[in-house]
């Protein structure tokens, strides 16, 4: 079993930077992928980036060349710095943990989540 809990969401202006932590309990996270989706209201739950168990990383389309998504594995953590936001970036993003994935970019592919955290990001 891994949880997972996010933190580091808030306000922000448009152009500025916030950075996500995501702890995560459980003595799989070394072996685990990590990724990072996010949510919209009314909206379906998007992929924003994922890293490997060795650092391997991708990202979506939209936020390439602005977030870097990292993981210390001896503190349990994947982390997500987002930079140069703006309103499109506004969601709930979540943190997910998956032992057998294939590619990370779809939701079915995790088996934990985190219970998210907001960013909003003001214009």
């Known amino acids: 079993q891994v949880q997972l809990v996010e933190s580091g969401g808030g306000l922000v202006q448009a152009g500025g930077s916030l950075s996500l932590s995501c702890a995560a309990s459980?003595?799989?996270?070394?072996?685990?992928?990590m990724g990072w989706f996010r949510q919209a209201p009314g909206k379906v739950r998007n992929f924003v980036a994922a890293?490997?168990?060795?650092?391997?990383?991708d990202y979506a389309d939209s936020v390439k060349g602005r977030f870097t998504i990292s993981r210390d594995n001896a503190k349990n953590t994947v982390y997500l710095r987002m930079t140069s936001l703006n309103s499109e970036d506004t969601a709930v993003y979540y943190c997910?943990?998956?032992?057998?994935?294939?590619?990370?970019?779809?939701?079915?592919?995790?088996?934990?989540w985190g219970q998210g955290t907001q960013v909003t990001v003001s214009s």
């Open positions: 890293i490997g168990e060795r650092g391997g990383t």
């Open positions: 459980g003595r799989t996270f070394s072996g685990s992928v």
């Open positions: 997910a943990a998956g032992l057998v994935v294939v590619r990370g970019r779809r939701p079915d592919e995790y088996d934990y």
